[in-house]
């Protein structure tokens, strides 16, 4: 599916081929990590679906505040490798330092996953600035390697609900974050009329009740939905004049599978540079609080 997706991006964007050849090299890792997760390697976690359906009924992400153990040993590794990746693909010397420092011990390899798998932006920029690092790159190598985890602990906390009541949870989640995570979708999918909104950070998907903007939840005159190519219309995008957001939404025959998720987000960059053209951008993670101890 890959390939054939990358074929017919080349085939349109020539411009975007090195792009391609980096995110190609970008998911081989990823899949390599995923393969490793595979044995065995999540944790046990303590979240009863009654503790997680009241959670959600208040807005707040499953895994938000949660102390999650990460598989570190086999994370570190791949932050490196990840490094080299970008620095071979054109990010240079900007990421190799981030690899130096990482493995030098000057960034904690831990420290930075736990920083990313709590959406935590201000803790990830200021670390970077202070060791004279990319604070953007930083941020992108440990997404790219906490990735499959994420997207591993959602499939099996979320994804394979068995509770009715959390399944009802799931289905009623009203908000543009992610459920699972809280990061806002890379874009939304939309299949058989479907509007599917895909979790930039764990690829999770879930459809909202109502079609409004999903940072501010304005509708009316203030948000829109334009094609910047009229002959293009299966790829579009959604403005808010209220808060100033803006999301991409494609057509598909079917939903990406993780991890190819990426490949809708490359390929609809020109979506991405028009919007911004016109001053739209997309805003900061939320905040969350840390949830109340169990049986207050």
Not at 60 to 71: C, D
Not at 113 to 139: C, F, K, M, Y
Request: neutral net charge.
């Amino acid at each position: 599916m890959a390939e054939r997706r990358w074929t017919a991006i080349r085939a349109s964007r020539p411009d975007l081929q090195p792009a391609l050849d980096l995110q190609k090299s970008l998911l081989a890792l990823v899949g390599e990590i995923a393969a490793a997760l595979d044995g065995g390697r999540l944790p046990r976690l303590s979240l009863p679906p009654r503790y997680l359906t009241a959670k959600l009924a208040r807005g707040v992400p499953a895994f938000a505040g949660e102390p999650i153990p990460l598989p570190v040993p086999v994370l570190k590794p791949a932050l490196a490798r990840f490094c080299a990746a970008l620095a071979a693909g054109g990010a240079g010397d900007s990421a190799a330092h981030i690899g130096h420092a990482i493995a030098g011990g000057n960034l904690d390899a831990g420290s930075l996953l736990q920083a990313s798998l709590a959406r935590n932006q201000e803790a990830i920029r200021t670390g970077a600035i202070h060791r004279g690092l990319a604070p953007d790159l930083v941020w992108l190598v440990a997404e790219l390697a906490l990735g499959p985890f994420v997207y591993a602990l959602q499939s099996l906390v979320l994804g394979q609900a068995k509770d009715e009541g959390l399944r009802r949870a799931l289905a009623g989640w009203a908000h543009g974050y992610c459920p699972a995570c809280g990061s806002w979708p890379a874009l939304a999918e939309v299949v058989g009329g479907h509007r599917c909104l895909r979790c930039s950070f764990c690829s999770s998907g879930w459809e909202l009740p109502s079609y409004a903007c999903i940072y501010c939840e304005r509708a009316g005159e203030q948000f829109v939905t334009a094609a910047p190519n009229p002959d293009r219309s299966d790829r579009r995008v959604e403005l808010c004049g209220g808060c100033g957001g803006y999301l991409k939404t494609i057509d598909l025959p079917e939903l990406s599978p993780f991890p190819l998720l990426s490949i809708s987000d490359i390929e609809t960059t020109d979506l991405d540079v028009a919007a911004m053209e016109h001053g739209y951008r997309r805003p900061a993670l939320k905040p969350f609080a840390a949830p109340p101890a169990r049986g207050s």
